[in-house]
């Protein structure tokens, strides 16, 4: 085998394909599978993996970046200078032997076990705190200086950010540590060059030796002299072998390797700058939308032709395991499509729909950008050019024509796009994470003109389609779309930034502070502290007439309600009890200027706890407790989801469940509570298991339980009419499927709607 030196060339070279194997080929890889596999999942990789892979990188690196401080600061921090004269002069001798232009600072310290080489940039040679004779010094420290003139601190970084970049790949380790082997093995080739069998002797004495020695374990960013067991055993072999190998061959291969490589990476420098500049300077747009008219679209001529597509037998099936397995074998087609509207798909049929929705939303939208992106069959569940499709399915028709359901969204990124996104048909505002977004809820028709090539022929809202088509047998899989429900948010509301509490009346356009200091906001009691960061969800009330906030429950502050309603010019305080310095929850309501009520739950104890009731009459003056709000058991129930009032003297309050929904109203505010009887879902609604269920014993007593919806929050709406949500346990109160009901009646009576899903 060639010598160590060229050895350590091939472990960086072969580290660097593996890099850009990595880096450049995986993406290519990854191209090859989908069009091998079909696109099945082609947008995992880069929503999932990726993202994987960085947080992967970056936990490394910080815990790389934090061993090599807190060690460097351990080693600095226990070091002296050396006072010997002898030692000096042995330092200077050893590294004009190594051919280094300038010796190293030369210390001593107490918190190194081995003589190593520190530093980057400004290096230091620190040996630890034990005697050397001179001859085994002058070797300790010219192999140390032969690592400084070989910037083998630099090498061995190199291996080590290579590993937090690719950390998942088990070669990069192997390469790593066979390159540290031969770094040590090089020095000492290089130590004994020329020695004679004395200077050899001593040498490999020095390494036995250093076998009986406890090592700590080995930094990357430093050069030491002491190893593992393993490597100074290699090394010792090498030292005490006097015979001359030849070091052509491994030159040449070296000289090879290095010369293919930066060939390599130079082709691909020049690729990505090629690919770089094409991006900046684009091709002349060709608009592919000129000459060509719209589709039939949101017309009763669109919808009429749509219903009249009639449904194969044996769809679903063939649906379901069209979109499971998805082609095995694509074939390559010459381009036959004509214009915007038709399509060249070699995939599953239904693949080719999120493409012509693209098409269509971007002509609207922004034909230069719908002109330049070509489709490429994406993702089917998430779209493709800014539109983001959430739920979608078959309704009619076969794989020659069939009409497809699609509830899609786009964000509101910013006013003039937002007026465009407005005016297409059937647009609804919803948020989800504090973001607006317009909800769209669109039927597209589509023909196969010919083998692999498809046309849009017709795009309605879906609503009017779903009315055209009552009566009419569907596709099995349309039963699963669910009506979307959306949750508006509140024109004026609250926020808690940089530690300070603002409001809103213009829709976020002008904020004012709340005179409250965060540590009183964010106290509650009940082993919460440090829980809150900003105002808790339901405990304040923004409105044109009335702004309050609740807050304290904590021995240090009471429960306290501060109101202003005057859009925040004045404000007034009121302390409410010091009685109940264990509050977990606080849920306060203005039905009207003048009567508000807060309900506080307390005194927890694993999933039991009271709910307290507050009112006031007189515009937040005055506060007077009601007593206990809601079920009265013992004085204590599960956890309390919510509370509030409608009017002065219609409210609700709901209590976690894991069996059946349990809502509690009072008519007479506040003074009595009574359970809510809830219409359960009929049993062509319900899955198997959930009847199973009934059947085994008495533990769910309504079908809407036992199929795991069983979580109510307080009903919301005005005094026209209600809507209350029953969720299942793990999803939130404003988000997933949900059983809907609504009253008309201010919650005496309650009508089931059926299945939603929330945005």
């Known amino acids: 085998m060639f010598q160590a030196k060229y050895r350590k060339v091939l ?28 696109y099945r999942h082609p947008r995992v990789f880069f929503m999932k ?30 070091m002296h200078p050396i006072k010997e004269s002898w030692i000096r002069g042995i330092n200077l001798q050893a590294a ?58 630099w090498y061995k970084l190199f291996f080590t ?12 380790y192997l390469l790593k540590g066979a390159a540290f082997r031969d770094v040590e093995i090089a020095c000492d080739q290089k130590v004994v060059r020329g020695k004679g069998e004395a200077d050899r002797s001593a040498y490999g004495q020095l390494l036995i030796d250093s076998l009986k020695r406890r090592r700590s374990r080995e930094l990357p960013y430093s050069a030491y002299f002491y190893n593992s067991r393993a490597v100074m055993r290699a090394r010792l072999s090498v030292v005490m072998d006097e015979a001359e190998h030849p070091a052509y061959l491994g030159a040449l291969i070296s000289l090879l390797l290095a010369a293919e490589t930066f060939a390599l990476v130079l082709t691909l420098g020049f690729h990505t700058a ?36 009639e449904t194969g037998e044996g769809l679903g099936e063939e649906y379901e395991t069209a979109a499971l397995d998805g082609p095995k074998d694509v074939p390559v087609i010459e381009k036959q499509a004509q214009g915007p509207w038709q399509i060249d798909n070699p995939y599953a049929y239904w693949r080719a729909v999120p493409d012509f929705l693209n098409r269509y939303v971007m002509y609207y939208e922004d034909q230069e950008l719908g002109s330049r992106r070509e489709p490429e069959l994406l993702e089917y569940m998430t779209g493709g050019i800014g539109v983001e499709i959430r739920d979608s399915t078959l309704i009619l028709g076969d794989e020659e024509e069939f009409v497809y359901g699609l509830r899609f969204r786009e964000l509101v990124s910013d006013e003039e796009r937002a007026k465009t996104l407005r005016r297409l048909p059937g647009a609804q505002s919803g948020y989800e994470d504090g973001y607006e977004y317009l909800y769209f809820e669109w039927a597209l028709h589509i023909r196969k003109v010919k083998e692999n090539l498809y046309e849009l022929a017709g795009v309605a809202e879906l609503k009017e389609l779903q009315e055209a088509c009552r009566g009419k047998e569907l596709s099995p899989k349309y039963e699963e779309f669910a009506e979307i429900d959306f949750w508006q948010r509140p024109k004026c509301r609250a926020r808690t930034w940089d530690g300070v509490t603002e409001v809103t009346w213009d829709d976020g356009k002008n904020w004012i502070e709340v005179p409250i200091s965060l540590d009183k906001l964010t106290a509650r009691g009940d082993g919460m502290e440090g829980i809150l960061t900003g105002v808790q969800e339901k405990s304040y009330v923004v409105s044109e007439e009335v702004t309050a906030f609740a807050y304290g429950g904590s021995p240090e502050v009471p429960v306290t ?52 009731l507050f009112r006031t009459c007189d515009g937040g003056k005055t506060w007077e407790e009601a007593g206990i709000a809601g079920p009265g058991i013992n004085q204590s129930h599960s956890l309390t989801t919510g509370a509030g009032f409608i009017t002065p003297e219609v409210g609700f309050l709901t209590i976690r469940s894991s069996q059946d929904p349990e809502l509690y109203r009072t008519a007479d505010g506040g003074e009595t509570w009574e359970w809510q009887e809830l219409s359960d879902i009929p049993l062509e609604m319900a899955e ?27 009903p919301e709406g005005d005094e026209e009419e209600l809507r209350l949500y029953i969720t299942m346990e793990e999803y939130s109160e404003l988000g997933g499927m949900k059983v809907k009901y609504h009253s008309e009646d201010l919650g005496e009576s309650w009508i089931l709607d059926g299945y939603v899903y929330r945005r």
Request: proline residues 5%; contains cysteine.
């Open 161 to 172: 950010a290579g590993i937090c970049m690719v950390w998942f790949q088990p070669l990069l």
């Open 96 to 153: 004009e032997e190594a051919g280094c232009t300038r010796e190293l600072p030369l210390y001593r310290s107490s918190e190194v076990e081995t003589p190593m080489v520190i530093g980057f940039k400004s290096r230091v040679l620190l040996i630890p705190e034990e005697e050397y004779d001179s001859a085994s010094l002058r070797m300790i420290l010219l192999h140390e200086y032969i690592h400084v003139k070989n910037h083998d601190v």
């Open 274 to 309: 090629r690919e770089i500049r094409r991006q900046q300077e684009p091709e002349p747009l060709v608009n592919i939308y000129e000459g060509y008219e719209l589709p039939e679209s949101f017309t009763a001529k669109a919808v009429e032709a749509m219903a009249a597509v």
């Open 49 to 78: 993996i990726y993202p994987l892979w960085f947080a992967g990188t970056l936990l490394f690196t910080l815990w790389q970046l934090y061993s090599y401080q807190s060690f460097r600061r351990k080693a600095l921090r226990g």
């Open 561 to 612: 309600v501060t109101c202003s309603f005057d859009q925040g010019v004045t404000w007034n305080t009121s302390v409410l009890t010091y009685a109940y310095p264990s509050v977990r929850r606080l849920f306060l309501s203005f039905p009207d200027t003048q009567h508000g009520f807060l309900v506080l739950t307390c005194d927890r104890t694993m999933w039991q706890e009271c709910s307290i």
């Open 11 to 38: 472990w960086a070279v072969l580290t660097v394909h593996l890099l850009l194997v990595h880096f450049w080929g995986v993406g290519r890889l990854w191209a090859f599978l989908q069009r091998t596999l079909g």
């Open 688 to 714: 198997d298991y959930a009847l199973e269920r009934l059947k085994r014993g008495d533990e769910w007593k309504t079908l809407i339980g036992a199929m795991g919806y069983c979580m109510a929050y307080p």
